[in-house]
């Protein structure tokens, strides 16, 4: 299957004057694909300005206003993202890996089959740098689930979530490289609005577990397990046409 590989930094826009590591632009990769099956698989791997994604269901809790104002108290974004799971916060400090992989509509994929595969794909690829790590919950972890990536069993590592749609899957991983004073308050103040249990000290990040692995080797590594076989790299113009994704409204209204 063809493989396209978009890279992207917060800050920077591409050509087509996208955001390059915008959140939204998630879903309308995950909507083209589905209408557009012969694009084959794309891959983004970016490194977000900071964050609050929130889940739909968070969204019906008491305290989510506060929650959301909370967030942009602390120069976070608020947003409603496409995957489940629950909220995350997160900075530049972190990756966000996204695979958009067609699907036939007349099959039926379980979403346990496709956390259990990409959760190997990331104990090999903590293993190829020397860091030990198993598809594991971490009792009191944040947006808690069982297809967490862990380590010693202590710290979770990495966040994974999926959202289908007729015609294609999106599964999405957060990746702490290191974790800022910010995001572990922010994330602590929103937990406590929104009435959900956590832990902190189950917020781990890949340069606290292994202070040998750079964040230049963390990226390749990504690149190397989820998207070997792209064929260079493109931008999100051109997978849209150059057709801007960004709106001018804030992200928490826009979302669908």
Not at 65 to 86: C, D, K, L, Q, S
Not at 101 to 107: I, K, N, Q, V
Not at 113 to 133: C, I, N, P, Q, R
Not at 170 to 182: H, M, T
């Amino acid at each position: 299957m063809r493989t396209t590989l978009i890279r992207g930094l917060a800050g920077e826009r591409d050509r087509g004057l996208n955001s390059s590591a915008g959140l939204e632009a998630s879903k309308r990769v995950l909507h083209l694909v589905a209408e557009n099956n012969e694009l084959g698989r794309v891959v983004r791997l970016y490194r977000p300005a900071s964050t609050v994604a929130f889940s739909r269901r968070e969204t019906l809790l008491n305290g989510f206003a506060e929650a959301v104002a909370e967030a942009t108290t602390f120069g976070f974004e608020p947003y409603i993202r496409p995957a489940g799971g629950r909220a995350v916060a997160l900075d530049t400090d972190w990756f966000v890996l996204d695979v958009i992989t067609p699907e036939d509509r007349g099959r039926t994929v379980a979403h346990r089959d496709v956390f259990t595969d990409f959760g190997g794909k990331f104990v090999a690829l903590f293993s190829e740098l020397g860091l030990e790590t198993a598809v594991a919950p971490v009792a009191g972890e944040y947006c808690p689930g069982d297809y967490s990536i862990s380590s010693r069993g202590a710290v979770k590592l990495v966040g994974t979530a999926q959202r289908v749609t007729r015609g294609a899957r999106l599964f999405s991983a957060s990746i702490p490289y290191s974790v800022s004073p910010n995001v572990s308050e922010v994330l602590a103040r929103v937990n406590d609005l929104l009435e959900l249990e956590w832990n902190p000290s189950t917020l781990g990040s890949v340069s606290d577990e292994s202070s040998g692995i750079t964040r230049d080797q963390l990226e390749a590594a990504l690149i190397a397990n989820f998207a070997a076989d792209a064929e260079g790299e493109s931008t999100l113009a051109d997978l849209f046409g150059a057709s801007p994704v960004d709106s001018d409204s804030p992200a928490i209204a826009r979302a669908s």
